[in-house]
């Protein structure tokens, strides 16, 4: 069960900002029932690239998933080839939740060092390279799969076979290659945009092969759709993206997501990337210059209370604090009682479990008490139906935030033009007109 706890926002310390629940809640019921509308209303249509919604719905491409799954048993590595939303809800999802035998390696940088490193360290006999490109003209994906393809070929007898590919299922580069090496391939919906795509085969492929229950992860996110379909009161999404609406209007323009648990700490870096290319647009709906968006900070708990927790209490009044709680630890370890250590009997004979609760508790109340804005997000316990919850929820919570600003949260184009600059760059045909300016601005 996923929970929400808004009450340290309506305390009286945090009453500067003005905000009654009960009022604005009423104010913008009719916003939010139109935006529920809207997003259901238009997610049939693929140019809305609302397709993420109906995804964990298709359980006949996880049954693909987890057939191709076990037809691979050969496989003790598996390398990741993609970047941004090709990699990052794998990743976290993986830390989260995944467990031997097969070992992920995720290759979302072109930094030689390590990728040298890592084709130093596997065996090519054992290991499966998965290319994740939906355009498959990815720059960094696609240099990659040029390295590894020739990797395999140098170090297996049959390199297609330690390939597989999730892309486009009739557009991009990588379609007709595919077609033409008779390469194993899975698709990624044309109307799920990367950010969106964990619940497809870019997540679920990699995350089978380390064991992750699928079945429940997509459980999870349908419960999700279930609460973003239904009345505002039980609408989870729909509150969360009140909130940062009516915060991001009083100046807070720094969203913190902060999970207790390190089993989490690579969701933050998925949830920066859905929220900040989401909703960080110049233009709405109808073309006008708005300049939208809060920027999301990744913490991690208890880590990050040795460090930015300082800033987030002290410094500027700017940020809306989310934390994300357990309920429930899937194992425990209790802390024992050891002579000659006075002042630690406090921690004798508790739980590990216990302490990060209480510090969790602890820094929310602390924040409240210096006038930061913050509220929780709870988890009964980290399995895959909880984190399909929540993952889902994140990304309907983005959806719901798209339309209160009135802008396209499913498009980036502030992303596009630097990747044309590095087409130019790298001397790509076609961008020979654009290098000619960027020789004249003497970048080149």
Known sequence: MLRLDLNNLFSERIGQYGIDWTAEFATHRQRLDDAR???????SDPAEFLGWIEVPEDTETVRHVLRYRQASAWVEDLVVLGIGGSALGAQATNAALGRGPVRLHFVDNVEPEPILELLQTLDPRKTLVNVISKSGSTSETMAAFLVFR?????????WKKHTVVTTDPT?????PYVQAEGLTAFEVPPSVGGRFSVTCPVGTLPLAFVEVDLESLMAGARKSNEQARGALETNLPAQTALV???????????AVFMPYSSRLRFLPDWF???HDESLGKRLDRQGQEVRTGTTAVRA????????QVQLFREGPHDKLTVFVRLLNPSKNLEIPAVKGLPGL????GRSFFELLDAEARATAHALTKAGQPNYTLTLEKLDAYNLGWLL???MWQTAFLGELWNINAFDQPGVELGKEYTYALMGRKGYEKLAEELRAEGVM
Not at 171 to 175: D, E, Q
Not at 345 to 348: I, Q
Request: aromatic content about 10%; cysteine-free.
């Open 345 to 348: 009997e406090y921690l004798f």
């Open 300 to 307: 991690i708990g208890t880590t990050d209370q040795h460090a």
């Open 392 to 394: 889902q929820h994140l």
């Open 37 to 43: 509308d809207a997003l259901w209303g238009r997610k």
């Open 150 to 158: 020739q990797w395999l070929e140098l170090g297996t007898s049959d």
């Open 272 to 274: 920066v990337q859905l």
């Open 244 to 254: 940062n609406h009516l915060f991001s209007h009083r100046g807070i323009n720094i």
């Open 171 to 175: 557009k991009g580069i990588l379609r």
